[in-house]
């Protein structure tokens, strides 16, 4: 099972910006994709960004594009999550997730165990 440890998380204000990380470890061959999650209280958990474990696609939710860019570092089998100019409504606990293959190849995600992030005006 891949494990993920995500950090970064905290409080600001409107305007501010703030970087998550999320190191995978165990299995990390297997990986394919990763991403970021979010999910406000009430609601739903939301894909905000994934990006490929190579690195070349990436995708973002439309109330973060322009704003948050995802990224990996792999040697440090590490994805960030930039966030700038954060407003009141990406108050959430972020959730970095994984999809990889299992050993009988079949599709299967795995999760960190979320740090909030909260903005305040």
């Known amino acids: 099972q891949v494990q993920l440890v995500e950090s970064g998380g905290g409080l600001v204000q409107t305007g501010d910006s703030l970087r998550l990380s999320c190191a995978a470890s165990r299995r990390t061959f297997s990986i394919y994709e990763m991403g970021w999650f979010r999910q406000a209280p009430g609601k739903e958990r939301e894909s905000v960004a994934t990006?490929?474990?190579?690195?070349?696609?990436?995708d973002y939710a439309d109330s973060v594009k322009g704003r948050f860019t995802i990224s990996k570092d792999n040697a440090k089998n590490t994805v960030y999550l930039q966030m700038n100019n954060l407003k009141l409504e990406d108050t959430a606990v972020y959730y970095c997730g994984a999809r990889f293959l299992g050993s009988l190849g079949e599709d299967l995600r795995s999760w960190g165990q979320g740090t909030q992030v909260t903005v305040s005006s």
């Open positions: 990006i490929s474990w190579s690195g070349d696609m990436s």
